[in-house]
């Protein structure tokens, strides 16, 4: 891999409770349940040919344990809380029909990826967006080059590939990015440019119970 070049493997942590049940968990620490725990060792499993230079996780119970599977006793998971999913302020805890009434309007912000209103109490997508860039500055100064495996959150993959998209993605358009879905990008860190190369690979969890999309 060329100097100042990343090529990153962004695996969606597995499915929680709180998925299946569509609860708003934004940085609330949920822990897998046993289709999560199933999906992150398929992921493991497809992934175990593919030679990486560290492997890096949202600091979050839910992320380190899809990363675990993948360690396979050769790296060790680097935590860093910049890959954490967004903060949601009042909807994090919520079900989402608990949210359509008690605050509809702060549920259609989020849902609608909108930089220009906020949830009430929740971090901003300008500053989520900085957040995750951030990230990749961390990382890229970590390793300098090479393949990076990343276990993190809906939300830091949608940001990535909106990046990626730039200015082509209506702020409303949302992307699909399922529980222990696999994604690639390639990260430029000279020209702070994020490119895409794969998204939402899910064959391998064919045979894992269905996905939940929240």
């Known amino acids: 891999m060329t100097q100042n070049i990343l090529e990153l493997t962004v695996v969606r942590h597995g499915e929680t409770d709180w998925n299946l049940t569509r609860r708003i968990q934004g940085q609330i620490d949920v822990p897998l349940n046993a289709t999560g725990v199933a999906q992150a060792r398929a992921v493991a499993s497809t992934l175990r040919a593919t030679t990486f230079q560290g492997i890096v996780s949202s600091d979050l119970m839910r992320a380190q344990q899809t990363a675990q599977p993948n360690q396979n006793g050769r790296l060790p998971i680097i935590l860093e809380a910049s890959l954490r999913e967004r903060q949601l302020g009042v909807l994090e805890g919520l079900l ?55 276990t993190t959150h809906g939300g830091v993959i949608d940001v990535l590939w909106r990046l990626a998209q730039k200015d082509t993605v209506r702020e409303n ?14 990260y430029n860190h000279q020209t702070r440019n994020i490119a895409l190369k794969s998204f939402n690979q899910t064959s391998h969890l064919n045979h894992v119970t269905a996905l939940v999309d929240l």
């Not at 909108?114 to 390793?143: H, K, N, W």
């Open 96 to 150: 989402v029909s608990e949210a359509k009434v008690k605050a509809k309007d702060d549920l259609k912000a989020f849902l609608d990826k909108s930089y220009i209103t906020t949830p009430e109490g929740a971090e901003t997508m300008d500053a989520f967006s900085q957040r995750v860039l951030s990230a990749l500055t961390t990382i890229y100064c970590r390793f300098n080059k090479g393949n990076i495996l990343i």
């Open 173 to 186: 358009e949302k992307s699909k990015i399922g529980n222990g879905s696999i994604h690639q990008f390639i």
